[in-house]
């Protein structure tokens, strides 16, 4: 009698979701590298600076702030949340606003002098939006969201801090300009201009900020969370 080869089961495709699911207790330090790296290059080895030249470095200013966000989304929920967000507050009114006020007393000695005093106070200021940004999103995440959610939330609030709302509010409601009357089009507003390539106008920049919030509200409207649940399934 002659024995039948038994047939090899098929071979299935590596499940990247729930490969990362099994490994989600120590994932989270992943994109803590890169964040903390291109944070502390942008904030203490590059010079200041007010404007954007080009994609690239646009793309480059905005690694830490993505690295964080998914950070924020894989960290453990754990049992000290409520020493995390403490300690969070803590930074924020013993470092990052004693910080910002000490920027605004050199920038009130030096302005008459020194044109680029104003670029430490803007960049300070940038990094204190994306660290209100990321305590919400801890809290959230360490208050029980899942980190489809948290995710998208923080992907969501990315797209809201630059479609360039604070530039058109900005030139809404700052009545002091230099010609007297407001101006036509956006000077100061270089994260619009590597897209436009050029100082965008303010219809220009009102359909730059639809387009942006409308992204994030599509961003939050995603099903994620089902889309992983499937993922996980048996």
Known sequence: MTAVRPESPPATRLNWVRALYERRRWLWVVPVVPAAVVALLVMAV??????????????????PFGCAVAA????????????????????YMGYLDTELVLRIQEYGRTALTDEGTF??????????????????????????????NVLKTGLA????????????????????????????????????????????????????????LALAGVIVALPVGKWVDRKLAP
């Open 46 to 63: 590059l010079p200041p600076d007010q404007t954007l030249d080009n994609l690239g470095e646009f793309a480059l200013k905005l690694v």
């Open 72 to 91: 924020v989304a894989l960290m453990p929920r754990w049992r000290v949340a409520p020493w995390l967000l403490l300690l969070a507050v803590f930074v």
């Open 119 to 148: 670029a430490p106070i803007y960049q300070f200021e940038l990094f204190i939006t994306t660290f209100i940004v990321l305590f919400a999103l801890m809290a959230y995440r360490l208050g029980g969201a899942r980190t489809a």
């Open 157 to 212: 609030a990315i797209l809201v801090v630059i479609s360039g709302l604070n530039d058109l509010t900005f030139w809404a409601a700052n009545d002091v300009w230099a010609a007297g009357e407001k101006p036509e089009a956006l000077h100061w507003a270089s994260h619009m201009i590597v897209f436009t390539g050029g100082p965008p106008s303010v219809p220009t920049a009102v359909v730059f900020m639809v387009v942006h």
